[in-house]
């Protein structure tokens, strides 16, 4: 069977999130991701079951549990968590990192003219990143462009109401940081891009 759903919804004009609300300084919040969500099993499947031969009940240390039941993960969802912020401090965006990678998902979000900066430093990916980039003898860029290393949704807001966006996400359970920020795009050649090495 192929299941599909969707939903339509209405909002107020003047209360529609897009590009135009985003400004320089504001800042990039990162919300962790649960796993793989459901994007890059073909990369990921090729990888631990091709390459490296892997099956689905072998435990893995890193894990804690097998390699099935990680790849079961349930994806999070934040839209409850993304109303929240928006009932509770001023948000001028958000981006929800599909297939394609974080910076490709948050370009799509960045008007022309600005440009997002997000540190990898400010997070460590989760082991089953590491796992698909290790067994797979697969680049970290190349990771980057299909998997979400541990970063499922961005919030963007003003400098100002970082600590009240932090706060409403810990409430609810929810582990996020500051990642980044709004800069100019001057020489940048896409919207958005990670710097640095991850956090270990």
């Known amino acids: 069977f192929d299941v599909a759903g969707a939903g339509t919804g209405v909002v107020e004009a003047d209360r529609l999130l897009g590009p135009d609300r985003i400004r320089k300084g504001d800042a990039v919040i990162a919300m962790a991701s649960s796993g793989l969500h459901s994007n890059g099993y073909s990369l990921v499947r090729h990888v631990v ?32 968590d993304c109303l929240a912020l928006t009932r509770t401090t001023e948000v001028h965006g958000f981006s929800h990192v599909t297939g394609g990678g974080l910076a490709n998902n948050l370009a799509r979000v960045i008007p022309d003219g600005l440009h997002a900066t997000v540190d990898r430093s400010t997070w460590t990916p989760g082991a089953v990143f590491d796992l698909v980039g290790k067994a797979g003898r697969v680049e970290r860029l190349e990771l980057e462009k299909t998997l979400n290393m541990g970063v499922g949704m961005i919030a963007i807001v003003p400098a100002d109401s970082v600590d009240a966006a932090l706060t409403t996400l810990a409430d609810r359970g929810v582990d996020s940081w500051v990642a980044g920020e709004i800069t100019d795009r001057g020489e940048h050649t896409t919207g958005a891009e990670l710097t640095g090495d991850y956090a270990r």
Not at 53 to 71: A, M, P, Y
Request: a negative charge; proline letters at 3%; aromatic letters at 12%.
């Open 49 to 80: 079951f091709d390459r490296a031969g892997w099956s689905l009940d072998r435990e893995v240390e890193e894990f804690g549990r097998t390699l099935g039941e990680e790849l079961l993960e349930p994806t999070r969802i934040y839209s409850l």
